[in-house]
Each structure stands twice: as C-alpha cells, then as structure tokens.
C-alpha cells in the first residue's frame, strides 16, 4: 500500500517550454502532498507543501511564480516549472502523506528527471 | 530550527558483515525520526521509523534502528549486508508535535556493499 506515482520520469525539453510534473496517490488520499529537488549527490530541498483545495506554502528562496503547484483533489497534485532554464535542471521528486493524522509515514514517487538545453 | 547530520558520506561493507550507517538530530522536543533509501534515479523509500516505546525499531529489509536520546543518534544498523544494499540512505527528522509537517533530511550515506 501506499504507493505514489511521478510522471513522467524524465523531461527533455528546449529553454523557455513549461513543464508539468504530476503527483498521484494511487492507493491513498492526501490532503498534503511535498515537493522536494535534489541535486546531484546532495540531499533533499523541500520547495513547497501542497494543500489540497489551497494555496501551497512555498520554502524560503523558491519562486512561486516560477514553481506552481496545484493540489486540486486528493490524490492528485501538479508542478510546473514555468519558463524552464538550464539552471532549473534537476531532480525533482513529490511525497504523500496518507491520512489526517502527521504521524504517517511520507511516501515518495520515483522522481522526475528534467533536462532543459 | 531541526537538523540531521550523517557524518559519513560514503560507507563500504563487505557482503555478510554488519553494517551501520550514523545519524545524529536536532529537534525542539521529541523527535520523529525516519531512515528512506534511495537507488539510483528513483525517489525514497521509507525504511522504518521512530515515535515513542522501544529505542530499537525494526524495518523493512532487515534493517533496523537504534534510538539514543542522550546522545541525539539514531544509527541505522543491519546484522548481515547484501550487495543488493547498496544504495544512498537519508536520515530525516522533525518534531513529534508542533513544528508543522516539514521533514528535516540528512545530506545521505552512500553505502557500498562488496562481495
């Protein structure tokens, strides 16, 4: 059980395209939903928590104009890197947390690897 | 503010010997400690985790974790490694209560497990 699915996988795409990253829950609701990136070797930098039917609550230094997320149902939450650059190259991976209670768990999906040329 | 330290960025085991890969935290409170691996292009897995009761917590894969409160550890350990263990290992803390949902992670082992 609680499985989360990442797509896609990998992006490869030119300077200045949109990418949307989904996040799903498949065997769980998830009222809050995080958006870690991971450079190479290094460890996770949470971006921001996404809140079901709310805004999501950005870290210090990301740009939230640049990252959107949209955390529309329960099981389903979305990132898009806007204007994408060569520097937003990076692993980016998205977590779920099942239930009400804080006390579960984070699950993570398998990450998407995004190249911007 | 909470912190993970994994002092070792690299760990080499032979097959069939005990591993163990260090944490220490810092937290306001009691902590809620976690161990996820990680193999190469894919996201976390949760291995096990620490709330309350018993300081040795067992987990998936035969790996299991010692909390030490003195001494603000919480080493992963494992009787026998595999060579199928070989992958990166995140320590993450936060705080049992308050502190809002925010996983503290560690900068990860590399562990290397060889015949």
């Known amino acids: 059980g609680a499985v989360v699915s990442q797509h896609p996988s990998r992006v490869i795409c030119k300077s200045g395209t949109s990418v949307k990253i989904e996040c799903r829950s498949l065997d769980f609701q998830a009222t809050t939903m995080f958006w870690y990136r991971q450079f190479p070797k290094k460890s996770l930098m949470l971006m921001a928590t996404?809140?079901?039917?709310?805004?999501?609550?950005?870290e210090q230094g990301v740009e939230k104009d640049k990252f959107l997320i949209n955390h529309a149902s329960l099981t389903l939450s979305t990132l898009t890197v806007t204007s994408a650059h060569p520097e937003d190259s990076s692993f980016y991976i998205c977590?779920?947390?099942?239930?009400?209670?804080?006390?579960?768990?984070?699950?993570f999906g398998d990450g998407t690897r995004l190249s911007i040329l | 503010a909470q912190s993970v330290a994994q002092p070792e960025d690299q760990v080499n085991v032979a097959e069939g010997n005990p591993l163990t890969v260090k944490c220490t935290y810092s937290?306001?409170?009691?902590?809620?400690l976690f161990w996820y691996v990680q193999y190469p292009n894919r996201g976390l897995q949760f291995l096990l985790k620490?709330?309350?009761?018993?300081?040795l917590v067992k987990g998936s894969y035969g790996f299991e974790a010692e909390f030490n409160k003195s001494q603000t550890s919480f080493h992963l350990k494992k009787p026998s490694a595999l060579v199928s263990d070989s992958a990166l290992y995140f320590c993450?803390?936060?705080?049992?209560?308050?502190?809002?949902?925010?996983?503290?992670f560690g900068t990860g082992t590399q562990l290397k497990v060889e015949l």
């Open positions: 993450a803390v936060r705080p049992l209560t308050g502190g809002g949902n925010k996983l503290t």
């Open positions: 937290v306001s409170g009691n902590p809620y």
């Open positions: 996404s809140n079901e039917g709310s805004k999501a609550t950005y």
């Open positions: 620490y709330i309350t009761g018993d300081n």
């Open positions: 977590s779920a947390r099942p239930g009400q209670g804080t006390n579960q768990p984070q699950h």
